[in-house]
């Protein structure tokens, strides 16, 4: 499922769902109508133990007499009426959560699958951790607004508008003053609301930027343990979790207000309704039976105007999250298609004046097929080189060219389709060596990749022991210096590309330089050393 992040994302889904959404408001609709019905019918009850004709009753007329004509038969259709309001509630929920489970799973695919094209200046710019609340909190709103609004509040309405009607016909003053009280409590709640959602956007924002703190630090421990800065960060991570807790504890005030209030509204409409039956009473114009049933419809559809005082809240907290996450979805995707195919078996590359960083120009020229050396001016490193011929980054000046033509007329794609990056300096990535040196997870290639595996790693036996089902940790954390440096060659060289980018191997050179080259030739491709 494909979404805009210019429109709704909810109403995208409903919309290419339609059928599934019809028969959730159909369950719903059918389910408040049952809900309403069984309270109201108390009446008929008092009518039939106690031998009282009340008017108002009548309009029970619309079912069949025959089926309630005695107090067992009551019971009977009572019971019935509360097992399949039951089944019809059941469908409901189940399908309406159902579907809530569908469109946050859509909505985060989409989101990931968004994220993984998203330039790689973004992230080094803002910082991952930036962006990894929006898989917690913002989702979690999202699915709330999705399962409280849109469908249920349509539903919520008919079954409002239907009480009201029985309501009306059980006590008219008692119906009108639920509707202007209601009314004029809403305004009054709305003034909360704004507050609640001005607090729970700062709330929200430094706690988005504490994870993208503690992302940063974590990601640099190592430097904060030679630079003995744990103290220093301590306090930086202090400051901000204090900032959270200042704001927590002021939306929480605000929370607690909204739902507090919500129930003293419902608590003195109820009040005023008494004392409305007590001065009908006085003049005879109310009945016990029609008290019974008010009261009890009053109390059945008290959860659903609870629902819609706090449908407000739900929509701003979830208005939030829909524009933070289509700030993501809006961001700029890599266009990594973008261009023509590059194809080549035999390729040559060359650099004409590429300058990085204001440094002194890199002119080369890479011979087809054969080991060549590039030499880097001081202030540039192999990732410079690297991100440049991949289009990951264009801080640079100059011509890049892959067979006498610029690899700005190349897709991004094809460009790292043809080149294979042998570097240290790119994070080892995957939980086994087997997923480290490969993209693949297939079984079915295991032997050919075990082969090649192990014709690399033969010469360099006895310094490094590994095998293709060792685990190597996050970020290959288990991993000794001289072991990440031979999976980074082989990571390169196993792919068997067409132009082979190296950085220095200074502890697989010292063991066996030799050794080490004859890998890098073998491969019959364009390798490009890249030294300073």
Do not use: C
């Amino acid at each position: 499922m494909t979404f805009n992040p210019n429109n709704n994302l909810i109403s995208q889904f409903l919309n290419q769902r339609k059928l599934r959404t019809f028969i959730i408001i159909f369950f719903g609709v059918i389910s408040n109508i049952l809900t309403i019905l069984i309270p109201v019918s108390i009446g008929k009850y008092y009518e039939l133990v106690f031998h009282v004709n009340a008017r108002r009753v009548k309009s029970l007329g619309i079912l069949p007499n025959k089926f309630w004509d005695t107090v067992p038969k009551f019971l009977v259709f009572f019971s019935l009426l509360i097992v399949i309001r039951f089944l019809f509630f059941f469908f409901y929920e189940y399908f309406l959560r159902k579907e809530a489970v569908i469109f946050i799973k859509e909505i985060k695919d989409y989101l990931f699958s968004h994220q993984l094209k998203v330039k790689y200046a973004v992230y080094k710019e803002k910082g991952i951790g930036k962006y990894l609340l929006r898989y917690s909190g913002d989702i979690n709103s999202l699915k709330n607004l999705y399962i409280k609004g849109a469908i249920r509040v349509f539903i919520d309405v008919i079954m409002i508008m239907i009480a009201l009607y029985w309501l009306w016909i059980l006590n008219k003053k008692g119906a009108i003053a639920i509707l202007l009280l209601s009314t004029l409590f809403y305004f009054v709640l709305r003034l909360i609301n704004k507050k609640l959602e001005f607090y729970s956007l700062l709330k929200r924002n430094k706690t988005s930027g504490q994870l993208s703190f503690v992302s940063r630090s974590l990601n640099s421990i190592i430097n904060i343990i030679i630079l003995n800065k744990q103290e220093v960060e301590l306090k930086k991570y202090k400051k901000k979790s204090n900032s959270i807790k200042n704001a927590s504890i002021i939306y929480t005030k605000w929370f607690v207000i909204n739902k507090g209030f919500i129930s003293f509204i419902q608590y003195i409409i109820l009040s005023i309704i008494l004392y409305i039956f007590y001065t009908d009473s006085i003049e005879n114009t109310s009945s016990g039976s029609n008290l019974i049933s008010f009261i009890l419809l009053y109390l059945t559809i008290l959860p659903v105007i609870r629902r819609l005082f706090s449908l407000e809240s739900v929509y701003k907290l979830g208005s939030i999250s829909l524009r933070k996450l289509n700030n993501i979805l809006q961001l700029d995707e890599e266009e990594i298609n973008n261009g023509e195919i590059l194809s080549v078996e035999n390729p040559s590359v060359t650099f004409e004046k590429v300058v990085f960083h204001n440094n002194e120009p890199v002119n080369f020229i890479a011979q087809k097929n054969k080991l060549n050396v590039v030499f880097l001016p001081k202030g540039v490193g192999s990732l410079d080189l690297i991100y440049a011929i991949l289009k990951i980054q264009y801080n640079y000046s100059g011509t890049i060219k892959i067979n006498k033509k610029s690899i700005n007329e190349f897709t991004p794609k094809s460009l790292r389709s043809q080149i294979a990056i042998a570097s240290q300096n790119i994070p080892i990535f995957g939980r086994t060596v087997y997923e480290a040196i490969t993209k693949y997870r297939s079984k079915r290639i295991k032997n050919e990749i075990l082969d090649l595996f192990e014709s690399i790693r033969s010469p360099f036996s006895e310094n490094i022991k590994l095998k293709l089902d060792d685990n190597i940790g996050e970020n290959g954390s288990k991993l000794s210096k001289i072991q990440k440096e031979f999976l980074s060659l082989v990571r390169g060289v196993i792919q068997k590309k067409r132009i082979i980018i190296v950085s220095e191997f200074p502890l697989l050179k010292a063991i066996n330089e030799i050794e080490l080259f004859n890998i890098l030739e073998k491969q019959k491709a364009t390798v490009i050393i890249i030294k300073h």
